[in-house]
């Protein structure tokens, strides 16, 4: 089933998404920063068009894909129909009070939850994190990304639907409140602050140029360098791992 433009309930995220698919170097070296915290049985929560998806199940990893779009999930099972790896796609609301109640097969099932993008969409992200902890069975990963610094939140956000960017501690916070135990946390990408903020708040474009976005993906080996020499002291992003204690 062809997704065609108009039925489409999230068109900045889907265009957003469509310039990061073409950028394939920046995917790569996302993943390669939560690759290490991955195991066992994983779900992905808000996995949109696959950028990612794509990249762990080529890893050979049992993955369940969701979204909290229809036209995504369905988007999911065409792209990725007959791949082994693949263990279920599910349309699936990390907001919802009564998530226990509408998903019980989904209950203590992973090794690992990534969620990557996903909490700063939520307005009660506390909730959300809750729901997702729910998902891991004892000592099971939760994988969580989200954009850093609310100083550079600008017309980008608005646009994604962001209700806040993040810091370090606050993520750290947000998960311990949770019942989570941190295992680790660090900035991501600090060579992106610069065009995000020109892009976004000078320019004030309301979705990322595809343009700029290709420059970007060819300077990734660059900005690899930059992330290190600054050891993860700051970036667009902040990662963060915590681990779940008890059911």
């Given at each position: 089933m062809v997704i065609n433009p108009g039925e489409r309930?999230?068109?900045?995220?889907?265009?957003?998404?469509?310039h990061f698919n073409e950028a394939p170097a920046f995917n790569s070296w996302l993943f390669?920063?939560?690759?290490p915290y991955c195991k066992g049985d994983v779900l992905e929560a808000g996995s949109g068009i696959g950028n990612i998806s794509g990249l762990m199940l080529d890893k050979h990893l049992k993955v369940v894909l969701s979204d909290l779009r229809p036209e995504y999930c369905e988007l999911l099972e065409r792209k990725f129909a007959g791949n082994p790896y693949l263990q279920g796609v599910y349309q699936l609301d990390l907001s919802l009070a009564d998530f226990e109640n509408r998903y019980p097969?989904?209950?203590?099932?992973?090794d690992s939850v990534i969620v990557l993008n996903v909490i700063e969409h939520i307005r009660e992200d506390a909730v959300a994190v809750r729901n997702a902890?729910?998902?891991l069975r004892v000592g099971g990963n939760l994988i969580v990304l989200v954009p850093a610094g609310q100083y550079l939140y600008n017309h980008f956000d608005r646009e994604l639907g962001h209700f806040k960017r993040?810091?370090?501690s606050g993520l750290a916070a947000l998960l311990t409140e949770a019942g989570l135990k941190v295992l680790h946390t660090n900035y991501f990408n600090f060579g992106g602050i610069f065009g995000w903020w020109f892009s976004g708040s000078l320019m004030?474009?309301?979705?990322?140029?595809r343009s700029q976005l290709k420059l970007f993906n060819r300077l990734v080996?660059?900005?690899?360098?930059?992330?290190?020499?600054v050891a993860h002291t700051a970036g667009v992003?902040?990662?963060?791992?915590a681990a779940n204690q008890s059911n």
């Open positions: 309930t999230d068109s900045a995220g889907w265009e957003t998404l469509d390669e920063q939560i690759l097969e989904l209950l203590h099932r992973f902890m729910k998902l993040y810091t370090r004030k474009n309301k979705i990322i140029p080996p660059v900005f690899r360098i930059v992330d290190r020499l992003s902040v990662i963060a791992v």
